[in-house]
């Protein structure tokens, strides 16, 4: 029986929510009476607490643009000078407030290679907002914008795709030597139906960094992929009071 009632409380616990577990909300209780019933019982809270968002935001951009120093900086206030090419996908999580919600922001870096492209639909289904990272000292990256746009928008089947959130950032502004102007950029991002908000950053100097993320968590917000733990009512009996009949007809 103790099993029992473990299963049906478990079941309440979201996966992919992991801060859930140590909620001390759940309660389970056994009457000492009843030997036939056990009943799980969840203490009523308000549908903030047991409502989650979970916004996931997809980096996109060519190899060495900056996309892991991007994510790096803004999750864990990191740089490293060392690069290291992403093999297929990583991602890191951080819970924000956006427009006075608490949000759990999943965010997803992407490999850069084309030799991992066939791999998007399986990291960019479910996305609510995709950020295109281009080097602002290196115009081919620039260039190949539209390439991941589009991509994208193939790969992750919006239900809207003209009004899909994306940002772009222009990368590596503390570098001298820039190839992409700031009016060039911006033209690009007005040329899409949807008015691109742009942002220029600095992974290594921290610039613009949490400005950018904050326009990304709000953009996302609008999607608002919500993920709801499951909600029990208040008493759930795991065994039938009914009493069980014999195959003559008769109760024992």
Known sequence: MEK???????????????DLRSDPTWLLSGSDEED?????????????????????????????VGKTSLMNQYVNKKFSNQYKATIGAD??????????????M???????????QSLGVAFYRGADCCVLVYDVTALNTFNTLDSWKDEFLIQASPRDPENFPFVVLGNKIDLENRQVTTKRAQAWCKSNKSNIPY?????KEAINVEQAFQTIGRNALKQESEVE???????IKLRDDK?????DGCRC
């Open 4 to 18: 029992l009632a473990s299963l049906a409380c478990s079941l309440s616990y979201s996966p992919r929510l992991s």
């Open 36 to 64: 036939d019933s056990i009943v799980c019982r969840c203490r009523k809270t308000s549908m903030a607490s047991r409502k989650k968002v979970l916004l996931k935001v997809i980096i996109l951009g060519d190899s060495g």
């Open 91 to 104: 991602f890191l999580t951080k819970e924000v407030m956006v427009d006075d919600r608490m949000v759990t």
């Open 106 to 116: 999943q965010i997803w870096d992407t490999a850069g290679q084309e030799r991992f």
């Open 199 to 203: 942002f220029e950053t600095s992974a």
């Open 229 to 235: 733990t499951y909600d029990f009512t208040d008493q």
């Open 243 to 247: 009493p069980v009949a014999s195959s």
